[in-house]
């Protein structure tokens, strides 16, 4: 894939999503990761902490547009098919292998079981890379989440996706 097409990705939008933050879900992405803290279960336990609700664990923004996700909430004008699908099927098409790079986020506030929010994504870089003889491409994309409501933002997420031929 020519750097050319690569750098036309970015600024591309990568998805958008309106999810409700569910308690239940909290829980079991915490059992998941393995972390038994009762804040992520009891909103007595949340309380007595000084936190407002139950929250997220920290890496559950990575989870948040699949859990929450109902097709009555989502936006009419959603674009459909994702950059990023695009822009590495050709590859994938061929063979090698995906791989999920890094992952950061930041918080502006704590997710809380009962948030609505918004997830918008967008390719913030796309390059390419050699690697052992083989073409590593990079995609970079960044969600930032809203409180549907007020428009204040929460958190965002920054991933890599990486194609290895």
């Known amino acids: 894939m020519a750097d050319d097409t690569l750098h036309e990705l970015i600024g591309t939008p990568a998805g958008r999503s309106v999810i409700t933050v569910e308690r239940g879900q909290l829980a079991r992405f915490a059992d998941a990761v393995k972390d038994s803290s009762p804040v992520y ?8 902490a000084g936190l407002a609700g139950v929250p997220a664990p920290p890496t559950y923004p990575f989870v948040m547009s699949n859990f929450g996700r109902y097709p009555e909430l989502q936006l009419d004008d959603e674009a459909p098919g994702s950059p990023v699908a695009k822009a590495l099927g050709p590859l994938i098409a061929k063979g090698g292998l995906i791989l999920h790079g890094e992952q950061e986020f930041t918080y502006h506030r704590p997710v809380f079981a009962g948030d609505v929010l918004v ?3 967008t390719v913030v870089d796309a390059y390419q890379k050699e690697s052992k003889g083989h073409t590593m491409t990079f995609v970079v994309v960044e969600t930032v989440w809203r409180e549907r409501d007020s428009g204040e933002e929460v958190c965002s997420s920054r991933m890599n996706v990486i194609h290895r031929s």
Do not use: H, S, V, Y
């Not at 279960?41 to 007595?48: I, K």
């Open 41 to 48: 279960r009891d909103p007595r336990a949340a309380a007595a």
């Open 119 to 121: 997830g918008e994504g």
